[in-house]
């Protein structure tokens, strides 16, 4: 396999189609090898429009979905990012090299180290990879609140914790929904008490465990 002409045509073919214009993000995905962070026996599918599987169940985000959420997080060189969901490293790696500081939680011990030597392999510093469950939030290494969250699994509801935890200006980026109905959403800190809410595009994506479950009492 010619891997720059596959990972060429997967920009072209499957990133632009999907709203993906910032030159910067697409430049970004030539920089960023994604091959060196899919585990071994799928590196053939490295650039396929496609999940694909991890370790303990989990898998990577498609392509264009994690090139999508890049763009509309729009992080600037002073911001700190936290990641929900480690996986591979490889969100974890696009992140970084946009952020000043990325903090990324993995619950599984084993994707957790996955994603460190994935990171270290590639030269990313920047980067803090904690195990700890974050589907509820959380603020624990001194950089909350942070200037973006970005959520790499999907969630029933979004917890007001995630509200709390971004600065005014700051963004929210999740999947939220229950199968088969998800949509991942910009959700921007406008001021102290307000929020708005963009809804960018439906798709169906794994939830994290231990999701906050919504209430289904009808008064």
């Given at each position: 396999?010619?891997?720059?002409?596959?990972?060429?045509?997967?920009?072209?073919?499957?990133?632009?189609?999907?709203?993906?214009?910032?030159?910067?993000?697409?430049?970004?995905?030539f920089?960023?090898?994604?091959?060196?962070?899919?585990?071994?026996?799928?590196?053939?599918?490295?650039?396929?429009?496609?999940?694909?599987?991890?370790?303990?169940?989990?898998?990577?985000?498609?392509?264009?979905?994690?090139?999508?959420?890049?763009?509309?997080?729009?992080?600037?060189?002073h911001?700190?990012?936290?990641?929900?969901?480690?996986?591979?490293?490889?969100?974890?790696a696009?992140?970084?090299?946009?952020?000043?500081?990325?903090?990324?939680?993995?619950?599984?011990?084993?994707?957790?180290?996955?994603?460190?030597?994935?990171?270290?392999?590639?030269?990313?510093?920047?980067?803090?990879?904690?195990?700890?469950?974050?589907?509820?939030?959380?603020?624990?290494?001194?950089?909350?609140?942070?200037?973006?969250?970005?959520?790499?699994?999907?969630?029933?509801?979004?917890?007001?914790?995630?509200?709390q935890?971004?600065?005014v200006?700051?963004?929210?980026?999740?999947?939220?929904?229950?199968?088969?109905?998800?949509?991942?959403?910009?959700?921007?800190?406008?001021?102290?008490?307000?929020?708005?809410?963009?809804?960018?595009?439906?798709?169906c994506?794994?939830?994290?465990?231990?999701?906050?479950?919504?209430?289904?009492?009808?008064?």
């Amino acid at each position: 396999m010619n891997i720059e002409k596959a990972r060429f045509n997967m920009i072209e073919q499957q990133i632009r189609p999907w709203d993906v214009l910032d030159q910067d993000v697409l430049d970004l995905l030539f920089i960023v090898k994604r091959e060196e962070f899919v585990p071994s026996a799928y590196k053939d599918l490295a650039f396929f429009d496609t999940e694909i599987p991890l370790p303990c169940g989990e898998n990577m985000l498609a392509p264009k979905c994690e090139a999508r959420i890049l763009q509309e997080a729009n992080i600037k060189k002073h911001e700190n990012v936290l990641e929900i969901g480690a996986g591979s490293g490889y969100m974890a790696a696009l992140l970084a090299y946009r952020a000043r500081h990325v903090t990324t939680l993995e619950i599984e011990p084993e994707l957790k180290d996955l994603a460190q030597r994935n990171l270290s392999a590639n030269g990313v510093t920047n980067v803090e990879v904690i195990l700890a469950d974050g589907a509820k939030g959380w603020s624990g290494n001194g950089h909350s609140p942070f200037d973006v969250i970005v959520i790499s699994g999907s969630l029933p509801v979004l917890p007001d914790a995630f509200l709390q935890q971004i600065k005014v200006g700051g963004r929210i980026l999740a999947t939220l929904g229950e199968e088969p109905v998800m949509s991942t959403q910009l959700v921007t800190r406008v001021s102290e008490s307000t929020y708005e809410t963009v809804k960018l595009f439906e798709t169906c994506i794994k939830p994290l465990r231990h999701a906050q479950t919504p209430s289904h009492f009808k008064f």
